[in-house]
């Protein structure tokens, strides 16, 4: 595979889309073909995934929850991602493997080991080139989805205690792989975050 797979990660609210967005821009600038996508939702089956995992009233077992993003995945992979960067495109994408092993491993029950596994078998092993993690604590991350929007989905209704699991299922995700990681703080300026972004892509590109 001659393309580039960039995922952001991050607590709901660190601003990923709009990190995404930025480095977007700045990669066509160069001359890059980006395919900007997302998990959960990047194909039209996936879109009925998320549906059903972030909208659907009621209680989802979390073994079944963790397998519903696995397959969501499995497709997006499959029929968006590997085309993408067998063609030698960049694939600039919003959340990947690293949200089910935080949210689905450390946020809930299950083996976060078992958890990587699953994406990993439902992927056939495609880890991404970088991984841009942005960096906030619970309680920011609230009041910034607080004053954005009026409803919660299913994950982000979550308590704080919560939310302070993920966030530390990510630091330990990018403690255990650095040369895969960059993790950067979230609070600080947009601009200066999309700098230091663009700074660890530029030294990827051909
Ligand atoms: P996201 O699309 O980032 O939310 P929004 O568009 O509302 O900002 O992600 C949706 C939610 O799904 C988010 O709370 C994290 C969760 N999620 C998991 O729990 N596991 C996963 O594997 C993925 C990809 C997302």
């Known amino acids: 595979m ?3 797979f960039i995922t952001l990660e991050g607590g709901d609210g660190a601003g990923k889309s709009t990190q995404a967005a930025l480095l ?3 990669l066509r600038e160069q001359g890059e073909t980006v ?6 939702g990047g194909t039209d089956l ?4 998320r549906t059903m995992v972030l909208h659907r009233r009621g209680h989802i077992a979390p073994r079944a929850e963790a397998l519903l993003y696995a397959a969501d995945r499995a497709h997006h992979v499959a029929t968006v991602v590997r085309p993408a960067l067998d063609r030698g495109e960049v694939v600039l994408q919003d959340r990947y493997l690293d949200s089910s092993v935080a949210y689905q491993g ?3 029950v ?3 080991t078992e958890v990587r596994e699953l994406s990993l078998w439902a992927t056939g092993d495609l880890l991404p080139d970088l991984t841009v993690l942005l960096d906030l604590d619970e309680s920011s991350s609230r009041s910034r989805l607080d004053a954005a929007r009026t409803g919660y989905d299913r994950l982000e209704a979550e308590p704080e205690s919560f939310h302070a699991r993920v966030r530390q299922g990510f630091l330990d995700l990018a403690e255990a ?8 703080d979230a609070t600080r300026p947009v601009d200066d975050i999309a700098a230091l972004v663009r700074e660890r892509v530029a030294g990827m590109l051909n």
Request: overall charge negative; aromatic content about 6%; cysteine-free.
């Open 2 to 4: 001659a393309g580039l």
């Open 24 to 26: 977007e821009t700045w």
């Open 35 to 40: 395919v900007r996508t997302r998990e959960p």
């Open 46 to 49: 996936g879109a009925e995934i």
């Open 106 to 108: 450390a946020g809930r």
């Open 110 to 112: 299950l083996d976060p």
């Open 177 to 184: 792989e650095p040369e895969r990681f960059a993790v950067l």
